[in-house]
C-alpha cells in the first residue's frame, strides 16, 4: 500500500489524513480559509507530510473532497453564465414545475433561477419526442443568439435543446458554432450532462454544471499546479457525490458530479464503521462546523438518488435546485458548531445562520461577535479551552460567556446556563426533525437503526440526538473529526451514466436494450480507464421503472450480460418487489414501462487498515475533572474527563463523561453506557 493523502474542505475546518504502507493514520485540521480554501489545503498538507516524515515524491494518490460547488450555487457567485434553448422554451427555469412546495405559505419565494432572463437565448430547431427532427437547425439564427448573449456579457453557455437526450445532433453542431462565433466560451451540453428526459430538472443540471465550470476548473488547476511544484507526482482524484472518486480533469467536464462532495465521504465511512461494529442498518450524522448532514444506511451501503436538490428552503421538497445526477441521498441543514444563535419572538433561535471559520465562533478570538452552538458547548464546560484542535486553538470561555449573556440570555430574561443549554437543546432539536426525515419518512423506525455520529460537533450532541429518537446504539468513530476525510481514502474510482429510454417492459427488444448499455459501458468505462484504475472494473446495470400512467419512478436492478426475455421477465419481478417493499402493495397484472437505463462503472476499491486499539491502558486514562452542565444532575457536576488515546479495548465508561481527542470530543450524558471496541471506537448503549 503506498502513501495516500485526503483532504476535505468544510464550511469551517478542512481536514486532512495520510496514510502510510503500513495503514498508519496521521491526521489534522485547519481552518478553512476564504475566498480561496487552497490556501489551508496546501499549508495543511504540507505540515501533514512533514510531520508524517514523507517526502512529496513518495504520495502516490491524493483526493481530494470540497464543497466549492456547492457554494458557488448557493452564494451565486458566478458571472457570466448564458443557456441556449430552443424557440419558445426561455422560461422553463422560472416556470419550474408550477408546484408550491408550501401550500399555504403565502409568502414561499423559490431560490431565483441562476441564469438571468437576459442571458437565456432562443435558438429556432425542434426535435420531436420519439427523436425524429421537425424543424432543423437555423445556424444563422444560431450566430445570432451567441453572438448577442456575448454582447451582453456570457462568458460560459449552456446548451439545452428540447429532447436532445434522444437526438444530440443539433446540440453538437451547435458547440461548433459556438466555437466558430465566440472560441473563448466555455461550453455545456446537456446530452452530456444529462441525458435524460424532464425538461426542467435537464435545464437545471446543464445550468450548474455551467455556473460551476468556471470557479471549480481555475480551482482544481491551481490546486494540481501547487501540488506538482512539490514534486508530487501523481494524480488528483476528486470525490463525487455519488460517492465514488474520479480524476481532477474529468471532474472539470462534469463539475455539477462533485457538488456534494465532502458530505458523500463522511457517508461512506460511516458505513464501513457499521460493518465493523455489526450494524448495516444505520443513519449516519455528520455534524461540522457550518451544517449537519444525514443519511440513511441500508444493508451497508448509503441510500443515493437520481433526483437531488440543492439549497432547499427548511429541507422542503421541491424548494431547491434540481439536479439529475447520482447522488448519496442526503439531508443537510444548517446546524454546526458555528451556527448562530439569537433571540427570535421569544425563544432561542439556532441557525442556519453560521459564523463559519471568518470570523468564526467568539470563542475563537477572530472577530466574531455572535454566540453559536460551540460557545454555549464551551460555556456548559463539554469543551476543553486549552485542548482544542489539539491545543491549537486556544478558546476564550469568558468571550463566550459573555456574547450568550447579552444576546440570548438578558433579551429573554434567562440565566447564563439555561441560556447556554437552550442553545444546545434547540440545535438537537433541529437535527432531530432532519433525522425523521431520512428514517421516519422512508418509513424506517429509528429505533430499529444504529446512530453513526461523527464530525468536529457529531460525538457531542450525537448521544442526545439518540435518546430524543429512541435509537438504541451510537458508535462514535476514532478520530471522528477527521471520518470524511478518511472516508475519500476508501472510496471506489467510479463514474455513473444515465439515458432516457421510455419502453414498455414487454414490448421492449432486448438486442436494443443491450446494444445502449454496451455504448454507457463504453463511456463510463473510458473515463475510469484514465484514472489509471488496476485490477478489474466492475459495471453494475439498473433501470427507473414504473407502472405505465405513473409519474414517478423507482429503481430495480438489470441483470448482467446479454438481455433476453427471461432477463427482461426477471426484471418484472424485481419491479414488483420493490414496489411492495416501498408501498406494501404491487399490481401484476398492470404493465410496467422502462424510463431511465442507468449504469455504474466501479474501479477497485482501495483499502484503508484502520488502527486498532491498545489491550492495556495508557498512563494517564484520566484527566482533570471539570465542570460540566448536565440537567439530568441539577446543573454543573465534576464531570470525569477522559483521553481518547489512552482508553485500551474493552473498556467500559458510564455517563456523565467526557472523552477527549485532538479531533473531536465526546459527551456522555448521565446513565449511558460506553465500551471502547478493537478499533478504538466508542459503542454507547443507551436505556
Known amino acids: 500500500m503506498p502513501y495516500r493523502i485526503g483532504f476535505d474542505v468544510g464550511g469551517t475546518f478542512t481536514d486532512f489524513v495520510l496514510q502510510t504502507p503500513s495503514g498508519e493514520l496521521h491526521t489534522g485540521k485547519r481552518l478553512t480559509t476564504y475566498p480561496d480554501p487552497s490556501e489551508a489545503c496546501l499549508a495543511g498538507l504540507d505540515d501533514l507530510v512533514a510531520r508524517a516524515g514523507v517526502g512529496w515524491a513518495d504520495v502516490a494518490q491524493a483526493v481530494h473532497g470540497t464543497t466549492l460547488g456547492s457554494n458557488v450555487v448557493i452564494e451565486r457567485k458566478a458571472r457570466g453564465v448564458g443557456l441556449l434553448t430552443t424557440r419558445g422554451f426561455r422560461d422553463v427555469l422560472v416556470i419550474g414545475r408550477e408546484k408550491r412546495y408550501q401550500v399555504y405559505d403565502l409568502q414561499i419565494e423559490k431560490p431565483a433561477p441562476l441564469v438571468p432572463r437576459r442571458l437565456i437565448g432562443e435558438v429556432t430547431e425542434r426535435v420531436l419526442a420519439d427523436g425524429s427532427v421537425r424543424t432543423a437547425l437555423d445556424e444563422a439564427d444560431a450566430r445570432r443568439a451567441v453572438r448577442e448573449l456575448v454582447a451582453r456579457g456570457a462568458t460560459t453557455l449552456a446548451v439545452c435543446f428540447l429532447h436532445a437526450y434522444l437526438n444530440p445532433a443539433h446540440e453538437r453542431r451547435m458547440a461548433e458554432i459556438v466555437a466558430e462565433t465566440a472560441p473563448h466560451l466555455a461550453v455545456t451540453l446537456s446530452h452530456e450532462v444529462s441525458p435524460t428526459f424532464r425538461e426542467y430538472e435537464r435545464t437545471s443540471t446543464t445550468v450548474v454544471n455551467a455556473y460551476v465550470m468556471s470557479a471549480v476548473r481555475a480551482y482544481l488547476r491551481g490546486l494540481q499546479s501547487a501540488l506538482r511544484a512539490r514534486r508530487y507526482g501523481g494524480r488528483l482524484f476528486v470525490m463525487q457525490s455519488s460517492g465514488g472518486v474520479a480524476t481532477a480533469e474529468a471532474m472539470e467536464r462534469y463539475p455539477v458530479r462533485m457538488i456534494e462532495s465532502g458530505p458523500a465521504a463522511g457517508a461512506l465511512m460511516a458505513a464501513a464503521y457499521g460493518e465493523l461494529t455489526g450494524h448495516r442498518d444505520l443513519i449516519a450524522f455528520d455534524m461540522g462546523g457550518t451544517t449537519a448532514k444525514l443519511a440513511l444506511i441500508e444493508g451497508g451501503r448509503p441510500d443515493t438518488t437520481t433526483a437531488f436538490e440543492l439549497h432547499r428552503v427548511g429541507n422542503a421538497p421541491g424548494s431547491g435546485l434540481p439536479m439529475n445526477i447520482q447522488a448519496i441521498d442526503l439531508v443537510e441543514i444548517g446546524a454546526g458548531g458555528g451556527s448562530i444563535a439569537r433571540a427570535a419572538l421569544g425563544v432561542i433561535a439556532v441557525g442556519p445562520e453560521s459564523a463559519s471559520s471568518t470570523p468564526g465562533p467568539v470563542c475563537y478570538g477572530r472577530g466574531g461577535v455572535e454566540p453559536t452552538v460551540t460557545d454555549a458547548n464551551l460555556v456548559l464546560g463539554y469543551l476543553n479551552p486549552e485542548y482544542f484542535a489539539g491545543g491549537a486553538m486556544r478558546l476564550l470561555t469568558g468571550a463566550a460567556a459573555r456574547a450568550i449573556e447579552e444576546r440570548v440570555a438578558r433579551p429573554l430574561r434567562l440565566g447564563l446556563e439555561e441560556a447556554a443549554w437552550g442553545i444546545h437543546a434547540i440545535v438537537n432539536t433541529n437535527m432531530e426533525l432532519a433525522t425523521r426525515v431520512v428514517s421516519i419518512e422512508r418509513g424506517r423506525d429509528p429505533r430499529d437503526l444504529a446512530l453513526v455520529a461523527f464530525g468536529g460537533s457529531g460525538p457531542v ?86 407502472y405505465v400512467g405513473q409519474g414517478y419512478e423507482l429503481t430495480i436492478p438489470v441483470p448482467a450480460g446479454r438481455l433476453d426475455a427471461a432477463a427482461l421477465a426477471a426484471m418484472r419481478r424485481s419491479f414488483d418487489e420493490v414496489y411492495a417493499a416501498r408501498y406494501g402493495y404491487a399490481s401484476p397484472a398492470e404493465p410496467v414501462e422502462l424510463v431511465t437505463c442507468k449504469l455504474s462503472a466501479i474501479g477497485d476499491a482501495p483499502r484503508v487498515a484502520l488502527a486498532k486499539a491498545s489491550s492495556r491502558a495508557g498512563d494517564r486514562v484520566r484527566k482533570p475533572v471539570r465542570k460540566a452542565y448536565f440537567p439530568e444532575s441539577c446543573g454543573y457536576i465534576d464531570c470525569p474527563v477522559y483521553d481518547r488515546y489512552a482508553l485500551p479495548a474493552g473498556l467500559a465508561l458510564t455517563g456523565p463523561a467526557i472523552v477527549e481527542e485532538r479531533e473531536s470530543t465526546t459527551v456522555l450524558p448521565p446513565g449511558v453506557e460506553a465500551t471502547v471496541d478493537e478499533y478504538a471506537n466508542l459503542v454507547v448503549t443507551l436505556g
Not at 458508535?475 to 471506489?492: D, Q, S, Y
Open 461 to 546: 450532541h450525537g448521544c442526545r440526538l439518540a435518546q430524543a429518537l429512541g435509537i438504541p446504539r451510537v458508535i462514535l468513530p476514532a478520530a471522528a473529526g477527521v471520518t470524511a476525510a478518511i472516508g475519500l481514502l476508501a472510496a471506489e474510482v467510479r463514474f455513473d451514466v444515465a439515458r432516457t429510454f421510455v419502453r414498455r417492459l414487454e414490448a421492449m427488444d432486448p438486442a436494443s436494450l443491450t446494444a445502449m448499455y454496451d455504448e454507457m459501458a463504453a463511456q463510463a468505462g473510458e473515463v475510469v480507464r484514465e484514472s489509471a484504475v488496476g485490477g478489474d472494473v466492475t459495471l453494475v446495470r439498473s433501470a427507473d421503472a414504473r
